[in-house]
């Protein structure tokens, strides 16, 4: 329970809609999307100003009070619900949702931290503009979640996460000072790069308030391919041979084990599959032209394509003739998360090795595991173009999910996680730390990066009041 006078002057600065410690309004917000956490907060703090987050947070510094910052609430790893303690006040960044500029001219955006990924999109897209990082969850992510991940998705392959897209950070530091770091400077060698030290913090060093992020171009058109292919080690060497006679027009390669396809056909209605035939693994190519003197898209992956069929890289491919299908496509890839939940329990790994050495990684950890758990099933899915897949290990069939991911699933991801370190890969690599790996990223991390990960959070964090429980082992 809050102290009623902290209650009261948090109630007097926010306003009703800004402030509540009523049960029923914050319940909603104390579990992650994909319910594996659910935790406990004293109040939802809702500021609509940078100048009301701070006043937040100096009374939470002076009070020692735990701030959870919370954006879209679509965290993979548990990074936005508060611990079990109760004493935390969940800090909502909904109301500060304002693009505060938009210079085409600069291809500059200025995002404040609530701003729904879509919107941004929108917004971008009405200017001849677009802002070049995607996901499944584009829909409720927010900037500021985007920034405290370094979130990827299924354009990195291109424009790079979130990290190369954001040029300038305003944040509130836990003692309430405001870092403005908003202007887009090419240089600036003032010392640490404090902006780049807050994406990826997971709210652990303080609150973003908004960012300078850098937009491209808008696309004239793309062609979306369906292919089916028979290894991860083919759709590696398409892709190389795709991206050396393409430029940088492939814009997305996203690889699909049948296992997951199969998933989606089967729980999200209105599915179905591109190809006739049976193929163990598919992958989904975006190709886009930005410019009216390039050759059509639909051709020149056509003709892309025709070659590497010839030279056996794929097996069978399908080309969306309308934008229509080209969604459709595109809704395949986006919905074996949803899926995978519908389905049952499963393990959930976001992990990296070197793009070369995904194939083998692949291949190699999916039998160790199968061996070592009999029964579960490993779909490994997305980035491989970025060395980064979804390597999910999932149960078998009919048993009970908590004590499943307890017991077996533990120690399924044990291993997972010590094959990614012994392959020189990283147990995160799009998804972030939060709660879920954070003990994992204390066993497998050298002492080095533990001692610097800890000497920055205590410098700036002193009390420990932001977001405890994450990331920092
Ligand atoms: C994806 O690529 O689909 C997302 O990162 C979410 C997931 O892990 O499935
Ligand atoms: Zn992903």
Redesign the pocket.
């Known amino acids: 329970m809050l102290d009623s006078r902290v209650a009261e002057t948090l109630s007097q600065i926010l306003g009703p809609k800004g402030f509540t410690t009523d049960a029923q309004d914050i319940a909603p917000w104390l579990t992650d999307w994909r319910a594996l956490y659910t935790g406990k907060a004293s109040a939802l703090a809702s500021p609509a100003s940078v100048a009301e987050v701070q006043a937040v947070m100096r009374f939470a510094a002076e009070h020692q009070i735990p701030i959870v910052p919370q954006g879209g609430n679509s965290s993979?790893v548990g990074g936005a619900t508060p611990d079990a303690r109760g004493d935390a006040i969940i800090l909502s960044t909904r109301r500060m949702n304002a693009i505060r500029s938009l210079d085409a001219q600069a291809n500059i955006v200025v995002a404040e931290a609530g701003v729904i990924l879509a919107n941004l999109h929108d917004a971008a897209r009405a200017q001849g503009r677009r802002f070049p990082l995607t996901?499944?969850a584009r829909g409720s992510a927010t900037i500021g979640g985007l920034v405290s991940t370094n979130a990827g998705g299924t354009q990195v392959l291109r424009f790079g996460t979130m990290r190369k897209l954001v040029l300038g950070v305003e944040a509130v530091l836990p003692d309430g000072q405001i870092y403005e770091g908003l202007a887009a400077l090419k240089k600036d060698n003032r010392g640490y790069d404090l902006t780049q030290l807050l994406v990826a913090a997971e709210g652990t060093l303080g609150v973003v308030t908004a960012a300078s992020l850098r937009l491209v171009p808008d696309i004239l058109d793309r062609a979306v391919g369906w292919l089916g292919v028979e290894s991860p080690e083919a759709a590696l060497s398409l892709l190389q041979r795709l991206e050396a006679e393409s430029g940088e027009a492939i814009e997305s390669f996203e690889l699909v084990p049948d296992g997951s396809l199969q998933l989606v056909l089967q729980h999200i209605p209105g599915t179905r599959a591109p190809l006739g035939g049976a193929h163990p693994w598919h992958v989904l190519v975006e190709y886009v032209r930005t410019n009216a003197a390039a050759v059509a898209p639909e051709v020149a992956l056509e003709a892309l394509l025709a070659t590497a069929l010839e030279a056996g890289l794929c097996q069978d491919a399908a080309l969306a003739v309308s934008e229509v299908q080209a969604d459709a496509f595109w809704k395949l890839r986006d919905s074996?998360?949803e899926a995978e939940r519908a389905h049952g329990p499963a393990m959930?790994h976001?992990i990296s090795v070197a793009v070369e050495d995904m194939p083998r990684f692949i291949r190699e950890a999916s039998l160790a595991v199968e061996r070592a758990f009999p029964g579960v099933s490993v779909n490994a899915y997305?980035h491989l173009g970025d060395g980064n897949v979804?390597f999910h290990v999932r149960a078998p069939a009919g048993v009970n999910g908590p004590e499943w991911r307890l017991s077996t699933g533990k120690a399924a991801s044990h291993m997972v996680y010590d094959l990614v370190t012994a392959a020189g890969g990283s147990i995160s690599a799009?998804?972030g730390i939060g709660q879920m790996k954070r003990d994992e990223l204390g066993r497998l991390s050298s002492p080095a990066r533990l001692t610097a990960l800890r000497a920055i959070k205590s410098a700036l964090d002193p009390k420990g009041i932001m977001n405890p429980g994450k990331l920092i082992p």
């Open positions: 993979m996901l499944g074996i998360s959930q976001d997305g979804h799009e998804h």
